[in-house]
């Protein structure tokens, strides 16, 4: 195990920060390697409507099947970092043991749901029938590979996890290529099943199965406490689902072929802004969900400024280089280009609110959590009334999402001074 891939007990500042941006720099490789992905299937998916349904289906629809998986994904993260960071051995060995046996029969009930919603739901998103097939596919390898991921970041492997990301882009281009350009697939299909394939990644956890072998005797770690998170968890997995891409699925429901391609084409690089800085995030609740000590405060408020300016930079840098990144997607339209601005600003909101929803979630600040899970809710049913056009879909975006970040920010702001973290 590498230095900055030891746990966080009482660090301060300078780890966090060398963790962030070690992560960060890695994750921006990837980034790179994502963009690649979206170069090759945008020049081979000529069909109408094709491109912008292979991105949602991928971006969108896999997440909502798995998003109840997803959540207790997320509460296991926290407290493996939590029992990680405080020393108790036997209670993290008890989280493995216990939580492998949870996950293993919430990915088989999770499994199942998909079965049963797949198909009224694709009715209503207007995906065929093929295109889903190779979605269920793509869910059930994600349904399998979530516990890996918890295990990773709950242990503070921050290294291993970006390794594994970078992998894992590595083997959805070369799929994505071999398919569309060597085998002549190109197809919607392909693309969903080139990030199906992309997720065995995750398989790279086999090589440090020796390193989750525990000492002591293991206690179950389930109590009241560990429900309540778990219902805050789903309540944070709901809220960030919908701000973040609950207007894909809008799209996919109203936008005819054509519109839908170049709203898609937009998204994709829209939505990379909070990508970009999901490192910093990942640092951030792992180490707050392991120890909130004053030495740590310092650091993690760092972090939680540098997400903040990573926003803002690159969507001031994703606005004066548009023309560049849409041509190199092979999406530089005069529609597209004019629909940047809008959707980079509504990142920016989606992304603050995503560093303050983190930041309550691995402070068990549950309330702030519910509110968060049912703002996003609200986010989703206003876009659903208000977007049937990109025009009027783009115009409610950034106002909804700038009001959600108000309240969301007066609400974790009044935490913070009840708690004492400022004054």
Same mark, same amino acid.
């Given at each position: 195990m590498s230095a900055t891939d030891q746990p966080e007990k009482t660090t301060g500042s300078s780890k966090l920060l060398r963790s962030g941006i070690i992560f960060?720099?890695?994750? *921006?490789?990837? $980034?790179?390697?994502?963009?690649? *992905?979206?170069?090759?299937?945008?020049?081979?998916? $000529?069909?109408?409507?094709? /491109?912008?349904a292979a991105n949602s289906a991928i971006g969108a629809f896999v997440p909502l099947l798995s998003l109840l998986p997803g959540a207790a994904a997320i509460a296991v993260?926290? /407290?493996?970092?939590?029992?990680?960071?405080?020393?108790?051995?036997?209670?993290?060995?008890?989280?493995?043991l216990g939580c492998r046996k949870f996950l293993f029969r919430l990915t088989v009930a999770?499994?199942?749901?998909?079965?049963?919603? &797949?198909?009224?739901? $694709?009715?209503? *998103?207007?995906?065929?029938e093929s295109l889903m097939l190779a979605t269920l596919i793509s869910t059930l390898i994600g349904l399998w590979s979530a516990l890996a991921t918890a295990l990773v970041q709950g242990l503070a492997w921050f290294n291993r996890l970006a390794l594994i990301g970078f992998v894992a882009m590595l083997l959805r281009v070369i799929f994505c290529w071999l398919g569309m350009v060597t085998w002549h697939w190109p197809s919607s299909e392909m693309a969903v099943l080139a990030s199906a394939f992309s997720l065995l990644a995750s398989l790279m956890l086999l090589f440090w199965r020796k390193d989750l072998q525990l000492q002591g005797q293991p206690v179950s770690p389930w109590n009241r406490e560990f429900v309540h998170y778990l219902v805050a968890s789903l309540a944070f997995a709901v809220g960030n689902y919908c701000f973040y891409m609950g207007d894909a699925l809008v799209a996919q429901h109203y936008f005819p072929g054509a519109q839908c391609d170049a709203y898609s084409a937009v998204g994709v690089l829209a939505r990379a802004l909070p990508i970009i800085v999901g490192p910093l995030l990942a640092v951030l609740f792992t180490s707050r969900s392991g120890?909130?000590?004053?030495?740590?405060?310092t650091g993690q408020l760092t972090l939680l400024g540098?997400?903040?300016?990573?926003?803002?930079?690159?969507?001031?840098?994703? /606005?004066?280089?548009?023309?560049?990144?849409?041509?190199? &997607?092979?999406?530089?339209?005069?529609?597209?280009?004019?629909?940047?601005?809008?959707?980079?600003?509504?990142?920016? *909101?989606?992304?603050?609110?995503?560093?303050?929803?983190?930041w309550s979630l691995a402070s068990r600040w549950l309330k702030i959590c519910l509110l968060y899970g049912g703002m996003g809710l609200g986010y989703w049913v206003t876009l659903f009334l208000l977007g049937k056009t990109p025009a009027e879909l783009l115009r409610a975006m950034p106002v909804a999402a700038a009001v959600a970040l108000a309240v969301m920010f007066i609400a974790w702001f009044t935490s913070m001074r009840r708690h004492k973290m400022i004054s």
């Open positions: 960060s720099v890695i994750n *921006f490789a990837t $980034s790179l390697g994502a963009f690649a *992905f979206q170069g090759v299937i945008s020049r081979q998916l $000529s069909g109408a409507g094709d /491109y912008g993260t926290h /407290y493996i970092a939590h029992y990680q960071s405080c020393g108790d051995a036997a209670r993290l060995q008890g989280l493995l999770g499994s199942l749901l998909a079965l049963a919603a &797949i198909q009224p739901l $694709s009715s209503f *998103f207007h995906y065929s120890g909130r000590a004053p030495d740590s405060l540098l997400s903040a300016l990573g926003l803002v930079c690159g969507a001031a840098g994703l /606005y004066f280089l548009r023309t560049f990144c849409l041509h190199a &997607i092979g999406r530089n339209t005069p529609e597209a280009a004019a629909n940047i601005a809008p959707f980079a600003l509504t990142m920016v *909101f989606v992304g603050l609110l995503q560093s303050l929803a983190f």
